[in-house]
């Protein structure tokens, strides 16, 4: 239940994020950017919060979430919208910067309800 709550909390900030950016900012469909937000969250939520973040550092957690969602925003955003590329890296790279600031402030949250992979190297090293 608690990886449920992590993730719709990422997913709303995501799809808030995403959708001033991109679809006010650039005029994305609604329909596109929640599917942007729906395989966004899904890959940097595996990937960021719950394997790197327990084995690395915050920053780092949050460096490498910045560079999935301007690859996965950029590659997606191309792909469902036509755009061109350079417009779709230049509403990727605004993102994926807001949207490391947002992460930042989450890894606190995975942290603390230890949600990570490390939750696992935890409990078997204790015996």
Excluded: C, Q
């Amino acid at each position: 239940m608690n990886h449920v709550k992590a993730l719709l909390i990422k997913e709303i900030m995501t799809l808030a994020i995403l959708y001033l950016i991109l679809s006010l900012g650039f005029g994305i469909s609604f329909i596109n950017v929640l599917i942007i937000t729906l395989v966004l969250g899904a890959i940097s939520y595996i990937l960021g919060d719950l394997y790197i973040l327990p084995k690395k550092t915050n920053m780092v957690a949050t460096m490498a979430d910045l560079g999935v969602t301007f690859v996965v925003v950029w590659l997606l955003g191309i792909a469902l919208t036509g755009m061109e590329a350079a417009t779709m890296a230049e509403a990727a790279a605004i993102s994926a910067i807001v949207i490391a600031i947002g992460e930042y402030l989450f890894h606190f949250y995975i942290l603390r309800k230890d949600l990570g992979a490390n939750k696992r190297l935890k409990a078997s090293s204790s015996h």
